[in-house]
């Protein structure tokens, strides 16, 4: 079964002050890993899709890199708007569903 | 905006009762997800279908079922309803069940109260 860990749970950080989210996986064939964000009651919103060990995607102060095991999200300079909960997911090869990790929970203060 | 639209956007109702939750995919997408957050589970996948027919089943429960229609929309039907029934039901679509590499794009949720 696809396994998903996210750490840490909570990460509390002064605007400015970068930081990185981890996401372990295990995942019988990898088709893709997802990051998404989600925000109080609302539904998550596409970040990034990574396909392959070295691959890194950026969009604005975010940058998503991904290893056989694990992927990170850098946030660079975050801002207060970048609080939320940043939800990773994988999508075997033989699947089309996404498994999720339980999330981490950004508190960005100004 | 994902594209995404679902309805009822809250719904309240009691143990035992039955309800309908509403999904409209994006404009050119086949395929249509249902997931499940609650507090204790985080995100699950419900159930999928493309171009109205069942492709996957996750952690569905029997009381629950669902369908995809003509024009794509989807219905999420739960019945029999529990206490711990209770979450966000969230719908997402895609391109096609069939693409190697494809993302899924949620919609805003329903938030299901069951008293």
């Known amino acids: 079964e696809d396994q998903v860990t996210q750490s840490p749970e909570a990460l509390r950080l002064q605007e400015g002050e970068s930081s990185s989210l981890n996401c372990s996986y295990t995942v019988s064939g990898l088709r893709g890993l997802f990051w998404y964000r989600q925000d109080p009651g609302k539904g998550p919103e596409f970040l990034f899709t990574?396909?392959?060990a070295g691959e890194e995607k950026e969009k604005e102060r975010l940058k998503a890199t991904l290893t056989k095991k694990e992927s990170f999200l850098h946030i660079t300079a975050p801002k207060p708007e970048d609080s939320a909960t940043y939800l990773c997911a994988v999508q075997a090869r033989n699947d089309y569903k996404l498994s999720f990790g339980a999330g981490t929970t950004v508190t960005v203060r100004a | 905006d994902s594209g995404v639209t679902q309805t009822p956007k809250h719904l309240i109702t009691a143990t035992g009762q039955r309800v309908t939750l509403r999904c409209s995919p994006r404009?050119?997408?086949?395929?249509v997800y249902w997931y499940q957050q609650s507090l204790d589970q985080g995100l699950q996948f419900l159930i999928q279908y493309y171009n109205g027919e069942e492709r996957a089943k996750g952690n569905i429960l029997e009381r629950f079922s669902a369908q995809q229609f003509p024009d794509l929309h989807s219905e999420l039907n739960l019945s029999s309803l529990e206490l711990g029934d209770s979450a966000l039901y969230f719908c997402a679509s895609s391109v096609a069940g069939t693409v190697h590499q494809e993302t899924q794009y949620f919609g805003p949720g329903t938030r299901l109260l069951v008293l």
């Open positions: 404009s050119g997408d086949l395929s």
């Open positions: 990574l396909y392959s």
